[in-house]
């Protein structure tokens, strides 16, 4: 997504999207997810996102907890030896991830975009992660855009794939084909 989002002024970008209950914003989850944190925990960072908001921290807190919940049970039935992390004093990239989508689910965006959702994370726990935010996404009515170099990766999950091809001039038009996932 380098050099597509511009923020024109906002902090974090805005990116607006037509949907068919009408426009709305979407919202990203970028592949540097530590940085995003600014150092904090993923409970600090949720402590500090919406530190004047008790009602959507609690909602925020509330997404995370399902979701760290959710994926700690299915890394548990693929690998018993998979570790989440303590969930009571959450700090691994995976945690991060959650605390990051979580606060980015609360306000009902019409999309969520994830740049490169496996970045730092093995197969297992990266299609884990998907799946159960997916989940959440859907019941919220949110949509999902994936980006990534692993496409193989999201076969099983993603509906259909749209495949970018980029040209060799600057000034051609990127080629985009649509497949269906199998």
Same mark, same amino acid.
């Given at each position: 997504?380098? @050099?597509? *989002?511009?923020?024109? %002024?906002?902090?974090?970008?805005?990116?607006? *999207? #037509? %949907?068919?209950? @009408?426009?709305? /914003?979407?919202?990203?989850?970028?592949? #540097? !997810? $530590?940085?995003q944190l600014f150092g904090d925990s993923p409970n600090g960072h949720l402590d500090r996102v919406f530190?004047? #908001?008790?009602?959507?921290?609690?909602?925020?807190? @509330? $997404?995370?907890? &399902?979701?760290?919940?959710?994926?700690?049970?299915?890394?548990?039935?693929?690998? +018993?030896?998979?570790?989440? @992390? #303590? &969930?009571?004093?959450?700090?691994? *990239?995976?945690?991060? /991830?959650?605390?990051?989508? +979580?606060?980015?689910?609360?306000?009902?965006?019409?999309l969520l975009v994830l740049d490169e959702p496996g970045w730092c994370l093995s197969k297992a726990a990266a299609q884990v992660f998907v799946?159960?935010?997916?989940?959440?996404?859907?019941?919220?009515? !949110?949509?999902?855009?994936?980006?990534?170099?692993?496409?193989?990766?999201?076969?099983? $999950?993603? /509906?259909?794939?749209? &495949?970018?091809?980029? &040209? !060799? /001039?600057?000034?051609?038009?990127?080629?985009?084909?649509?497949?269906?996932?199998?």
């Amino acid at each position: 997504l380098a @050099g597509l *989002v511009k923020s024109e %002024g906002h902090t974090p970008p805005e990116v607006v *999207v #037509d %949907g068919l209950s @009408g426009s709305g /914003k979407a919202r990203l989850l970028m592949q #540097d !997810t $530590i940085v995003q944190l600014f150092g904090d925990s993923p409970n600090g960072h949720l402590d500090r996102v919406f530190r004047y #908001d008790k009602d959507m921290r609690d909602k925020a807190r @509330g $997404i995370f907890d &399902r979701l760290q919940t959710n994926c700690a049970s299915a890394l548990s039935s693929l690998n +018993a030896s998979m570790s989440f @992390g #303590d &969930r009571a004093d959450p700090n691994t *990239v995976l945690q991060a /991830k959650l605390a990051l989508a +979580a606060e980015r689910l609360v306000s009902n965006p019409l999309l969520l975009v994830l740049d490169e959702p496996g970045w730092c994370l093995s197969k297992a726990a990266a299609q884990v992660f998907v799946q159960e935010l997916a989940k959440c996404a859907h019941e919220r009515k !949110t949509a999902l855009a994936l980006i990534s170099h692993q496409a193989d990766w999201w076969r099983n $999950i993603a /509906k259909d794939e749209l &495949r970018l091809h980029a &040209r !060799t /001039k600057p000034n051609e038009t990127v080629l985009v084909s649509k497949e269906k996932s199998t």
